[in-house]
T-cell receptor, first 116, second 113 residues
Framework: GAGVSQSPSNKVTEKGKDVELRCDPI?????LYWYRQSLGQGLEFLIY????????KSGLPSDRFSAERTGGSVSTLTIQRTQQEDSAVYLC??????????????FGPGTRLTVT | AQSVTQLDSQVPVFEEAPVELRCNYS??????LFWYVQYPNQGLQLLLK??????LVKGINGFEAEFNKSQTSFHLRKPSVHISDTAEYFC???????????FGTGTSLTVIP
């Protein structure tokens, strides 16, 4: 079956430009997570969507970062006025609701963002 | 809040030797624990998880981990590694609400022929 997909796989952008990263979760998964993976830094939690509840945005590093999830499915992470320190691999993961085999996250392949 | 510490950033080991990758967590609440593996140029995949029950958890590819509440540890072990086990391994923790997952910085396992 289809897993979590992310696009684009690679993105090179100039400093100051805006970028949009897309995540298509597994069908039926109502929880969706965004992480940032920097070299030697592990995974940094960014934002979490759970069903129709308000998202947990506590991990977003600055107000240049935002995310939305339309129709409870596809999610877009937007970074405005990109900076070189935003260069990283951005990972999306999805899972079922709690209590339904939850907590097991399925990860997408990631988007490698390079800000020049 | 929770946090995860993986003390070993790199672990080289010879093929067919045993390996242990260490993971310690801190939390004021009960937790669920996970190990994920990331093979070169691939996404993360779940290796094993501890939710409840037996503290010894078996996962894929012959890996196992033991939850030790008193030592707040969840170390990953394999009795005999293969070349194909070369990968990055991440330990993660979440509280019962499952809202946020906290990942360690990863351990790079290199199996030497």
């Amino acid at each position: 079956g289809a897993g979590v997909s992310q696009s684009p796989s690679n993105k090179v952008t100039e400093k100051g430009k805006d970028v949009e990263l897309r995540c298509d979760p597994i069908s039926g998964h109502t929880a969706l997570y965004w992480y940032r993976q920097s070299l030697g830094q592990g995974l940094e939690f960014l934002i979490y969507f759970q069903g129709n509840s308000a998202p947990d945005k506590s991990g977003l590093p600055s107000d240049r970062f935002s995310a939305e999830r339309t129709g409870g499915s596809v999610s877009t992470l937007t970074i405005q006025r990109t900076q070189q320190e935003d260069s990283a691999v951005y990972l999306c993961a999805s899972s079922f609701l709690k209590g339904q085999g939850a907590y097991e996250q399925y990860f997408g392949p990631g988007t490698r963002l390079t800000v020049t | 809040a929770q946090s995860v510490t993986q003390l070993d950033s790199q672990v080289p080991v010879f093929e067919e030797a045993p390996v242990e990758l260490r993971c310690n967590y801190s939390s004021s609440v009960s937790v669920y624990l996970f190990w994920y593996v990331q093979y070169p140029n691939q996404g993360l995949q779940l290796l094993l998880k501890y939710l409840s029950g037996s503290t010894l958890v078996k996962g894929i590819n012959g890996f196992e981990a033991e939850f030790n509440k008193s030592q707040t540890s969840f170390h990953l072990r394999k009795p005999s590694v293969h070349i194909s086990d070369t990968a990055e391994y991440f330990c993660a923790v979440t509280g019962f609400d499952g809202n946020q997952f906290y990942f360690g910085t990863g351990t790079s396992l290199t199996v030497i022929p």
